[in-house]
């Protein structure tokens, strides 16, 4: 990565279970590092309530309630300073890409939040207050698996942590609309448009006059993402809205998100969620 060789790489502690989760209520489990450092899993961590700051690759994020922050592999991160009884409540999810992504994890859209479009390694998200309930008690359910470890815990834990992800992708999904750059502003729009149909990176490309591989570049240096993956998500986003708050058939759902064929959309959606869509449609809870 680049890194000072004198910054110490803390490693993920591999297990049955690839995650692991840490809470102010007791004492941490997880590695701790005092000054610079980097990691090699990802994190998510979650205010509930107090405040707190971390700096990440030389830029300081002052958090407080409801705030969500990502920390990407590799950057270099300096924890706040922790009184010996932390005020508030946080909770941190860490686990090393190959929990969620079997292949190159920038390219896997439940990890997209985590991937460039932001300020060096960290990105701060806000949680809506209606959405932070939702959060709490998912973090909740995923710490009680991994705590109590009964039968299938760890196929629980992981479509825990798939919620989690997809909740988090939900908050971020229209930031590259609103970046203020007119040809990414045009290519998000012919997705808006036509992502239910028969959409391919030609298509796309055609629309806004440039040549595939010109748009490739522009796109995923503006992004992060290729085109064929932002369709991928703006699909997924659909079903999602479509098996949460609808009885829809679920060959129907993927027909009407640009997946005609069952078996297709069916792959797809695992791929990108970790879970078929019937469990994940058991399993949403809420839209």
């Not at 961590?45 to 700051?53: D, L, P």
């Not at 300096?78 to 390219?107: M, N």
């Not at 997946?259 to 792959?267: E, H, Q």
Request: proline share 9%; net charge neutral; hydrophobic share 40%.
């Amino acid at each position: 990565m680049g890194r000072s060789s004198d910054i110490p790489l803390v490693g993920f502690v591999h297990s049955p279970v690839p995650i692991a989760v840490q809470h102010t209520a007791r004492p941490s489990a997880l590695p701790r590092v005092r000054g610079p450092h980097t990691h090699d899993f990802l994190t998510l961590v979650h205010v509930v309530r107090g405040a707190g700051t971390y700096r990440i690759d030389g830029h300081t994020w002052p958090l407080g309630e409801g705030d969500a922050l990502v920390i990407a592999p590799g950057a270099v991160v300096e924890h706040p300073e922790e009184p010996e009884s932390p005020p508030g409540e946080l909770w941190s999810v860490v686990f090393p890409a190959e929990a969620v992504a079997p292949a190159t994890w920038q390219d896997h859209p439940l990890l997209a939040p985590f991937v460039g479009r932001h300020r060096g390694g960290g990105q701060r998200i806000g949680v809506p207050p209606a959405d932070r309930a939702i959060w709490r008690a998912r973090l909740v359910d995923l710490d009680d698996e991994l705590t109590r470890r009964r039968d299938g815990h760890a196929e629980a834990a992981r479509a825990h942590l798939t919620l989690l992800l997809v909740a988090l992708g939900r908050l971020v999904d229209d930031v590259p609309a609103e970046s203020g750059d007119p040809l990414l502003a045009a290519v998000f729009a012919v997705v808006e448009e036509r992502f239910a149909g028969r959409l391919s990176l030609r298509d796309v490309a055609a629309a806004v006059g440039l040549t595939p591989g010109h748009l490739t570049t522009v796109v995923r240096r503006g992004t992060g993402r290729t085109v064929q993956q932002w369709i991928t998500e703006r699909r997924m986003r659909e079903a999602r809205r479509l098996l949460a708050s609808t009885d829809l058939p679920v060959a129907e759902v993927g027909a009407r998100v640009g997946y005609p064929d069952p078996g297709y959309f069916a792959r797809r959606f695992r791929a990108a969620h970790g879970v078929g869509a019937a469990t994940w449609r058991a399993g949403s809870g809420t839209p």
